[in-house]
T-cell receptor
Framework: DSGVTQTPKHLITATGQRVTLRCSPR?????VYWYQQSLDQGLQFLIQ???????AKGNILERFSAQQFPDLHSELNLSSLELGDSALYFC??????????????FGPGTRLLVL | AQTVTQSQPEMSVQEAETVTLSCTYD???????LFWYKQPPSRQMILVIR????KQQNATENRFSVNFQKAAKSFSLKISDSQLGDAAMYFC???????????????WGAGTKLIIKP
């Protein structure tokens, strides 16, 4: 158990809809990262938050947005969903310190299926 | 831009034997981290081992060890005494700097599927 929690585990929705994925980082971690993994593919970095502020953006669509709250949990909002958005969405957390030793620990993921 | 290449889409090994998964990367940086993550059928992403680029000593975690060749930009994972529970996708990842500050993004390889034969 990495200590990172994600809800829900599974989500089935229809095209055009909007969903929210939730992530709680490990205790004490300040950074949260979101990744998308499509079927049989590697991970695509979406976005990173550090202590409530956006720190880095990857290949995140404009239809997607995220935020990190004062209690450090994060939410990834996906809107106007398309079939191609079906994927496994991972959240990872790290201490966020400037030390190079920090490592990202992953949650169990949320499986999103868009029908 | 940094890239990570895993040239073996699939590997198989007999239980109790040793297998090596290859990973190469491309970077102009001298200071970085390399990681191996394991993704079993549950799809959980689990850290296996990490290597600091400025350390010459290869990292080891129990049955898992790496062969880090910095000049060749190679970072292979050796699994000794393979067990059925080792069956998974293995991803190699490189950590780079983002926006010239101290935040790091992971660059991922495409993965190698490891099959353990009983």
């Amino acid at each position: 158990d990495s200590g990172v929690t994600q809800t829900p585990k599974h989500l089935i929705t229809a095209t055009g809809q909007r969903v929210t994925l939730r992530c709680s980082p490990r205790s004490g971690d300040l950074s949260v990262y979101w990744y998308q993994q499509s079927l049989d593919q590697g991970l695509q970095f979406l976005i990173q938050y550090y202590n409530g502020e956006e720190r880095a953006k990857g290949n995140i669509l404009e239809r997607f947005s995220a935020q990190q709250f004062p209690d450090l949990h994060s939410e990834l909002n996906l809107s106007s969903l398309e079939l191609g958005d079906s994927a496994l969405y991972f959240c990872a957390s790290s201490s966020g310190s400037l030390a190079r030793q920090e490592t990202q620990y992953f949650g169990p993921g949320t499986r999103l299926l868009v029908l | 831009a940094q890239t990570v290449t895993q040239s073996q889409p699939e590997m198989s090994v007999q239980e109790a034997e040793t297998v090596t998964l290859s990973c190469t990367y491309d970077t102009s940086e001298s200071d970085y981290y390399l990681f191996w993550y394991k993704q079993p059928p549950s799809r959980q992403m689990i850290l296996v081992i990490r290597q600091e680029a400025y350390k010459q000593q290869n990292a080891t975690e129990n049955r898992f060890s790496v062969n880090f060749q910095k000049a060749a930009k190679s970072f292979s994972l050796k699994i000794s005494d393979s067990q059925l529970g080792d069956a998974a996708m293995y991803f190699c990842a490189y950590r780079t700097k983002i926006y010239m500050d101290s935040n790091y993004q992971l660059i991922w390889g495409a993965g190698t599927k490891l099959i353990i034969k009983p």
